[in-house]
């Protein structure tokens, strides 16, 4: 059995597990229907009722800062990316962190397997998860405001999304590095994403951040992500009109995947001469 071949079955076998604890616990399934409809469903009811009751001059001055008048399709879109977002974050640190609460992490950095599949097998494990909960949006977005997005429209949206995968799994692994030197990262977690959400245009257009926010955004992938899938669902774009957002995104995500690596090689192995592997 090839290198490749031994690690491509570490990796189902560790995304099989992270299955398996889901499944295990059938309430959590329960979340992934409510959450997605009611906390997007309130913020469109609200900014209906700040708009007075969507007056043509507050839907113009909407549509002049975020590129479109729907407003729903705005925020569901938005809401969509925080999910992604919370799981990317929160998936390969907190794997990472509950095998070395459980005592199995050291043992799991001693196997020859790659470093790609404790940090990985959990996110994609999660994959299934985040389909559910966008298609629950896609289904409340249509039947709670009558926004249904054409086929072609979502099937852009999906190649956009493909293509933002490695961006979002590079800055998962960036914090999951930090469970090998300070353990605990949750409040490190939490800040990190009401950043990325006050400066991406996950709650609200980016024009309306003053323009050093504007530049700080600017150097976000999830920025470009958001941004493309709203303008290929809502405003009818193609992926050619997209391009630039694109090549932006894989920039970033070089020099982000790079930093990654370099910062989880450098703390896994002061991790090693400090015991902090097995240290709770």
Do not use: H
Not at 61 to 74: C, W
Not at 145 to 160: C, E, K, L, S
Not at 184 to 206: D, H, K, S
């Amino acid at each position: 059995m090839t290198r490749l071949e031994a690690d491509l079955r570490a990796f189902a076998a560790a995304a099989l597990k992270e299955l398996r604890i889901t499944r295990r616990y059938p309430a959590m399934y329960l979340g992934m229907i409510f959450w997605p409809v009611l906390l997007p469903a309130v913020w469109v009811l609200m900014a209906q009722a700040y708009s007075g009751g969507n007056d043509a001059r507050a839907i113009a001055a909407f549509a002049a800062r975020a590129g479109t008048s729907e407003i729903a399709g705005f925020v569901f879109v938005g809401f969509a990316m925080y999910m992604w977002l919370s799981t990317i974050l929160w998936g390969p640190g907190t794997a990472l962190r509950r095998d070395q609460m459980q005592g199995s992490l050291e043992a799991t950095f001693l196997t020859p397997a790659s470093r790609l599949v404790p940090l990985f097998a959990p996110p994609m494990a999660a994959l299934p998860n985040i389909l559910l909960t966008f298609g629950v949006m896609g289904i409340a977005l249509w039947l709670l405001f009558g926004v249904v997005p054409a086929p072609d429209a979502a099937i852009r949206a999906g190649v956009i999304t493909l293509l933002g995968l490695p961006a979002m799994y590079a800055i998962g692994t960036l914090f999951a590095a930090g469970v090998l030197r300070y353990g605990e990262i949750g409040p490190v977690v939490q800040i990190v994403r009401g950043t990325f959400v006050l400066a991406c245009g996950i709650t609200f257009p980016v024009a309306m951040l003053p323009a050093w926010a504007q530049f700080g955004a600017a150097l976000l992938p999830p920025t470009y992500i958001v941004a493309d899938i709203r303008a290929v669902l809502l405003r009818g774009f193609g992926l050619a009109d997209v391009v630039g957002d694109v090549l932006i995104t894989l920039g970033l995500t070089v020099v982000i995947a790079f930093l990654a690596v370099f910062l989880f090689r450098a703390l896994e192995t002061s991790a090693r001469r400090t015991g902090m592997l097995s240290r709770f």
